[in-house]
């Protein structure tokens, strides 16, 4: 099958789909809100306007063709097949390499995460809708095999399975990452507050989600737990709560030191990835020595999250769950790897 559509319409469907995004309905939005939640508990109100909100952000026409201009588009390539295994921890976690594979004129044999069906075929569908001829280009299957090539996204040791059963193939293989952020102790109220995004939305479930601080002193600990009451919403998604109460009791019986606002736990702690509704940090004394012990981390950490002036190449605080179409997972130029295949 050639590559269908040109690159210009390929880009217009995505860019007719934020509009439609941006201007839904209200009856389809909660409808679509409902069934998403009763699939999946963490899916809340907050975290479904957030998805819609990036995604709508992401597929702005300026934005898309920013993005595009960098790359060339050939015509009347033969489309491969590119088995995509999407995560669900975020709703539609998946949709960026749905989008790469889609634009760079090849085919995407989509296994769809148990967690995040709905909502992610909700976009497919609404795809279709605008230009029909992406139906030839788009195919759900249970099982992948026989593909070109694969993108996987998944944990650990899903990606050591991944690895085992798809590295032969030309993949993209992603595992855990997660983000940090850096205080210096002189950051705003409204900093710190917007920082509570960075930890708090989709309940710290997501790559780009800040699972530990990094702090000049611990008198910057009980300040930061004050502002982040605002985010005591959390507290409403019974599965959160579950996973407070848990981490809550494990520490408590094992009399390890902790501080507790109600709904979230600091902790200090040498790791990168913290346990839901626990926030580890670690105190440092010199940042240099901190950023050079981030990059030997590197392969580990999805985003730096700190005030850009004091610490070069970092996402401002309140920005990491706003990702550009370039910002790509693990830092892998997809779409540069599909265009490749041809």
Known sequence: MTAGLSPQNRTQVFIDLGNLLRNLDAEEKETLFRRAHNQNTWFTPISMETALAGLSAMLAKETLELWLAKYTFPENTVAKKVGILMAGNIPGVGF????????????????????DSFFSSWLIDRLIQLEPELGDFIQIEEMLKGMDAYIATGSDNSARYFNYYFGKYPSVIRANRTSVAILTGDESEAELEKLGLDIFLYFGLGCRNVSKIFVKNAAQLTHLL???????????????????????????????????????????????????AVLFYEIYEDQEALLQTLD???????????????????????????????DYADNVDTLNFLLGLN
Do not use: T
Request: net charge neutral; hydrophobic share 40%; charged share 20%.
């Open 96 to 115: 960026h390499d749905l989008m790469c594979v889609l634009l760079s004129g090849n085919i995407a044999v989509v296994k769809l995460s148990s967690s």
């Open 226 to 276: 004050d502002i982040l009451e605002r985010y005591s919403w959390v507290a409403q998604n019974h599965k959160y709560v579950n996973n407070y109460e848990y981490n809550k009791s494990i520490y408590l019986v094992n009399r390890e030191p902790h501080l507790d606002n109600g709904f979230l736990i600091l902790k200090e702690s040498n790791e990168l990835v913290s346990p839901i």
């Open 296 to 326: 030997a981390s590197a392969s580990k950490i999805q985003c730096v999250v700190a005030d850009p002036q004091k610490v070069p190449g970092a996402i401002a605080f309140g920005e990491a769950q706003r990702p550009a179409p370039w």
